[in-house]
C-alpha cells in the first residue's frame, strides 16, 4: 500500500498544492514566500536535485566520519561528566553532537551551529506566531546567503558548501535560490532528527 500511493502521481510533496496538510499558519507563510528545497518537489524536480547529493551520502563517505564522531562523543560525556549535576543531556550532547558533525561536514563555523539551533527550533515552534516563525526563517536564510557569499568569494576548504558551490551553483545546475533552500535543509536535517532521536532512545 505505502509503495502503490509514493508512487501514485495524484500524491504530492509540494506544499502549495490544494489539501497540503500544512501544520500552522506560520509554516504556510514560509513556503509560500521562500523557495523550498527538493524534499518540497515532485518527480523530475525533486529527482534531478537529490541526485547531485548521492555521492556525499555514500557508506564509504559516512564511514570515513567513524573515528572523528567517536573521539567527539567521547569529547562530550568526558565534559559532561567533569562539569556540574544534574546534567541538561539535550544541551549537553544531543544537539552538540550531530550539529557539531554537520557543521564539519558542510563547512559552517563552530561558533554559528547554537544561531542555527535557534533559527530552527523557531521556525518549526508551533507554540510561536506566524510572524515569529516567518522572522526566525528569514534570519536563517540571510545567514546562509551570507555564507554562500563568504565561501563563494574565498574559496577555502573543501567542504560540502564549498564544492556545492563550485560543482552546482557555478555551473548552473543550481540556482542561488535553490542552493541556499538546499543547505538549509542540510543544516536542520541533519541536527534536528538526530538530537531527537538521541534524546529519545537515551
Not at 14 to 26: A, K, M, W, Y
Not at 47 to 61: C, G, H, L, N, S
Not at 145 to 174: F, H, M, Q, Y
Amino acid at each position: 500500500d505505502v509503495r502503490a500511493l509514493l508512487a501514485d502521481p495524484r500524491l504530492s510533496a509540494l506544499p502549495t498544492r490544494p489539501g497540503f496538510p500544512i501544520l500552522s499558519e506560520g509554516r504556510a507563510q514560509i513556503v509560500h514566500q521562500q523557495v523550498d528545497s527538493f524534499i518540497r518537489l515532485d518527480g523530475e524536480e525533486h529527482a534531478r536535485i537529490r541526485k547531485m547529493f548521492t555521492a556525499e551520502f555514500t557508506v564509504k563517505r559516512i564511514s570515513d566520519l567513524r573515528e572523528r564522531t567517536i573521539a567527539l562523543t567521547n569529547s562530550l560525556i568526558d565534559r559532561m561528566l567533569a562539569g556540574s549535576k544534574p546534567v541538561d543531556f539535550v544541551k549537553a550532547f544531543s544537539l552538540k553532537l550531530p550539529s557539531n558533525l554537520m557543521g564539519q561536514i558542510l563547512g559552517v563555523p563552530e561558533e554559528d551551529e547554537e544561531f542555527f539551533q535557534d533559527c530552527g527550533t523557531r521556525m518549526i515552534d508551533l507554540s510561536l506566531s506566524a510572524a515569529e516563525n516567518m522572522e526566525a526563517a528569514e534570519e536563517f536564510r540571510l545567514y546562509i546567503c551570507r555564507l554562500v557569499d563568504s565561501k563563494r568569494a574565498n574559496p577555502g576548504a573543501d567542504d560540502l558548501i564549498t564544492r556545492l558551490i563550485r560543482e552546482r551553483l557555478d555551473t548552473g545546475a543550481l540556482t542561488y535560490d535553490e542552493t541556499v533552500a538546499t543547505i538549509q535543509l542540510l543544516i536542520i536535517a541533519g541536527h534536528e532528527t538526530t538530537a531527537h532521536t538521541l534524546s529519545l532512545s537515551t
